[in-house]
């Protein structure tokens, strides 16, 4: 069983940036993917960007191409999301996700962090 604490989230303007952090409870497998997903109000949960804890290879949600980058420190078990030149539509509860392998579900996640931005 894999435990995911996020932290990070809080209020900020427009334009400006937030780094989000996740922490496993233990020693991620190297089999494993890390995410990061997104729920605003009324709207459904969408994937924001994952990492290969072995290869560190990326992806992203094209809203988010440019803007944000998810990194990780495996040492630490812990993966970030560097949100830059954020945007309004960018408010949501972020959540962390854990993946036992590329195509498996996502059986694994925190608790969420708020992030707001105001315009």
């Known amino acids: 069983q894999v435990q995911l604490v996020e932290s990070g989230g809080g209020l900020v303007q427009a334009g400006d940036s937030l780094r989000l952090s996740c922490t496993a409870s233990?020693?991620?497998?190297?089999?494993?993917?890390m995410g990061w997903f997104r729920q605003a109000p009324g709207k459904e949960r969408e994937f924001v960007a994952a990492?290969?804890?072995?290869?560190?290879?990326?992806s992203y949600a094209d809203s988010v191409k440019g803007r944000f980058t998810i990194s990780s420190d495996n040492a630490k078990n812990t993966v970030y999301l560097q949100m830059d030149s954020l945007k309004p539509e960018d408010a949501a509860v972020y959540y962390c996700a854990a993946r036992p392998g590329a195509n498996s579900r996502w059986p694994y996640w925190g608790q969420g962090t708020q992030v707001t931005v105001s315009s």
């Open positions: 990492i290969s804890w072995s290869l560190g290879s990326t």
């Open positions: 233990a020693r991620i497998s190297n089999t494993y993917f």
